[in-house]
C-alpha cells in the first residue's frame, strides 16, 4: 500500500471537500434544467406534437473513436524561450479539436484557464493574465506525480500485463517561459484514451490550479 504524506491527505480532504460543493452544484442545475425540460414538454403536449424525446436529432459533436497518439515519450519539464510556441500547440491540430473547457476561480468566477481536448492529447492553458509557477504547491506534488503520473503508472502496468504496448502509455509534459523561469505556459497530457480521465484531469487541474493561485496571493 502506498504511503501518503500529510500533505497528500491534506490536498485530498480539501479536493473532495472542493468536489463535494461541484456536486451540489450541479444536481441543483440538473434539478432546474428538468423543471424547463418538464415545462416544454407540457407545452408540447398541449400543441399536440410529440415530446421533443421522440423526434430525430441529429448531432454534430464529432464523436470519433480516440486515436492513440504514436511517438516518442515526452519529457516531463521543458522550457520555451519562443512566445509562439503555446499558440503553435493550440494550432497544429485545430482540426481535431472536439471541446474546450473553460477553468474558472469558483469565488469570483474568473477564467484562469482554458482546457482543450483534442482526440489523442489534451492541453491545459493558462489565460494571459494568470502566473503560475511549476515550483507553487500543489502542482508538482500532487497534480504531475500523484494524478498524472499515477494513470501514467496504471497504463505501464497494463504494458507489462500485455493489455496495451509502450507507445500507447499515457504521458505528458510542461512547457514553461524561459523568460519568466517556470512560469507555466501550457501542459499537454498525451494519448490520455479513457473518456473518464479527461473529467478527472479537468476537474483535478480546476483545484490545483485555484490553490496555487491562492497560494501565489499571498
Not at 50 to 75: C, E, F, G, M
Not at 81 to 100: A, C, F, G, H, Y
Amino acid at each position: 500500500m502506498p504511503d501518503y504524506s500529510d500533505d497528500d491527505i491534506r490536498n485530498a480532504a480539501e479536493i473532495r471537500e472542493w468536489l463535494t460543493k461541484q456536486i451540489l452544484e450541479k444536481q441543483d442545475e440538473i434539478e432546474k434544467l428538468q423543471i424547463t425540460l418538464n415545462l416544454v414538454d407540457s407545452l408540447l403536449k398541449q400543441g399536440s406534437f410529440r415530446a421533443a424525446s421522440n423526434y430525430n436529432v441529429t448531432k454534430s459533436n464529432n464523436k470519433q473513436d480516440l486515436k492513440l497518439q504514436q511517438r516518442p515519450s515526452n519529457t516531463l519539464v521543458s522550457k520555451s524561450s519562443n512566445p509562439s510556441d503555446t499558440q503553435d500547440l493550440k494550432d497544429e491540430s485545430i482540426d481535431n479539436e472536439r471541446e474546450v473547457r473553460s477553468i474558472k476561480r469558483p469565488k469570483d468566477n474568473l477564467m484562469v484557464a482554458s482546457f482543450h481536448i483534442f482526440q489523442d492529447y489534451i492541453d491545459i492553458i493558462p489565460e494571459g493574465s494568470i502566473n503560475i509557477s511549476i515550483e507553487t504547491p500543489p502542482f508538482k506534488s500532487f497534480f504531475l506525480n500523484r494524478i498524472l503520473q499515477g494513470m501514467k503508472n496504471k497504463d505501464l502496468e497494463k504494458v507489462k500485463q500485455g493489455i496495451i504496448s509502450e507507445p500507447d502509455v499515457m504521458d505528458f509534459e510542461v512547457i514553461t517561459d524561459e523568460q519568466y523561469p517556470g512560469r507555466i505556459k501550457n501542459i499537454r497530457i498525451s494519448r490520455f484514451k479513457e473518456k473518464e480521465r479527461i473529467n478527472e484531469i479537468f476537474n483535478t487541474a480546476a483545484w490545483v490550479i485555484t490553490r496555487m493561485l491562492e497560494k501565489s496571493e499571498k
